[in-house]
C-alpha cells in the first residue's frame, strides 16, 4: 500500500493548494488547528516558536498566517510587528479573550478570534482572510502592472506607488484597491468588493469594505473626508475617478520593493 502522504503530494503537485502557516504553542492545539484547516483546503505549516515564524516567513509565502498571540511569551504588539517586517500575509490572530476592534486594529491584524473558538470555525475565518486563490498567469512573461491616475500596482510582489512614492497596503486593501483598479472606472458594489477581497458576498460584509475603504482614503487622498479618487456612489458601490487615461508611471527605475510593513 502506498504511503498517504506520497498521494497528498501528488495531488498537491497537479493542482496547488493555498497553504496556511499554523503559529501555535501546544501540540494539541496544533493538531487540532491542521486537521480544521485540511478540511477547508488550507494545507498547514507548523510553528511553535516565534523564531520559526520569522524563519518559514523569510524563505516562503502563506494564504494567510493563523498566529497565537501568547506564542513564546512575546509582547503581542512586538510579535506581530516582527511578522509585518518580513510579510504581507494576512494575519488571523488567536488569543485568550475578546479584544475590542480598536485593540485589534491597534495590533496590526487582519481578524481575531478567542482561542476558545472551535477549529473549525477558525479555519472558516483562516479562509475567508486568505481570499480567493489567484489566477494563474498565461505565462511566465505575463505583465502584471496596473495603473490607474496616480496609482501603480504589482500583484505578483504586492507592491504600489501613489504619485511615485510607495504606499503600504495591508493585504485586504490591497486587493480593494486592485479590484477597483481593474474595473477601469466603474463602479463596483460593497458584495462585489467583499466577494474579491474575502471570498464571499454576504451583504452584511458592506460595513467591513467601507471601514477599509476610509483607510484607503488616508493613505491616498489630501482630504479624505473630500475624496478626489476613490469616489462613493450613494447606494450603489466605489469607482475611481475618471483620470485612468493620465497613468503615473512608477520611479524610473522601474523598480520598486514591496512594501515590509502595513
Known sequence: MGSPYGAA???????????????????????????ALLAVRLLPMVAFTGSDVHAYLEVDSFAVLVLHLPLDDYEPALLVAGVRRRSLVPILALGPERLPGERINRLRCDGYAPDTL????VARRAVEL?????????????????NWGGLWMDPSRRAAC????AVSLTPMQFRLLL????????????????????GTDLADDTERVVAHVRRIRRLLEADPSHPQFLLTVRGEGFRLADDGLSAVPPPSSGRVEAPRGV
Open 9 to 35: 503530494s501528488l495531488a498537491t503537485a497537479v493542482q496547488p493548494v493555498p497553504r496556511a502557516l499554523l503559529a501555535v504553542s501546544r501540540v494539541q492545539q496544533a493538531i487540532a488547528l491542521a486537521r
Open 118 to 121: 472551535p477549529p473549525a470555525a
Open 130 to 146: 486568505a481570499g480567493p486563490p489567484p489566477t494563474p498567469s498565461r505565462g511566465l512573461g505575463a505583465r502584471q502592472e496596473q
Open 162 to 165: 501613489w504619485h511615485g512614492q
Open 179 to 198: 479590484a477597483l483598479v481593474q474595473a477601469a472606472g466603474a463602479v463596483v458594489s460593497p458584495v462585489e468588493l467583499s466577494r474579491r477581497v474575502w
